[in-house]
């Protein structure tokens, strides 16, 4: 199994930076992929970003591209969310979630830890 930790979350200006970390355990970090996922209040939980197991190959929700990079760093068993350009829209838990394929869909991924909130004032 996978266990995973998300932090980094908090209150920020619209227009402001955040970066969000998640730290797994468990099986080999490499040997999953990992995707960010939100859920704002009174909605279902959505993509917004994904990595491959290597790092090479990543993927975007169309509202945060140009603005959210996501990243890995396999020797500290990590994955990163930074978030330039804060919008209020944007106010969310944020959720690392990790599975055996590259996917914008919650189903392919099998493991997920307990979100870290993020909000951006107006």
């Known amino acids: 199994q996978v266990q995973l930790v998300e932090s980094g979350g908090g209150l920020m200006q619209a227009g402001g930076s955040l970066r969000l970390s998640c730290a797994a355990s468990?099986?080999?970090?490499?040997?999953?992929?990992l995707g960010w996922f939100r859920q704002a209040p009174g909605k279902e939980r959505v993509f917004v970003a994904v990595?491959?197991?290597?790092?090479?190959?990543?993927n975007y929700a169309d509202s945060v591209k140009g603005r959210f990079t996501i990243s890995r760093d396999n020797a500290k068993n990590t994955v990163y969310l930074q978030m330039n350009s804060l919008k209020h829209e944007d106010t969310a838990v944020y959720y690392c979630?990790?599975?055996?394929?590259?996917?914008?869909?919650?189903?392919?991924?099998?493991?997920w830890g307990q979100g870290t909130p993020v909000t951006v004032s107006s």
């Open positions: 979630e990790a599975g055996d394929g590259a996917s914008m869909f919650r189903s392919a991924y099998t493991y």
């Open positions: 468990g099986r080999p970090f490499s040997s999953y992929h």
């Open positions: 990595i491959s197991r290597s790092g090479v190959s990543t």
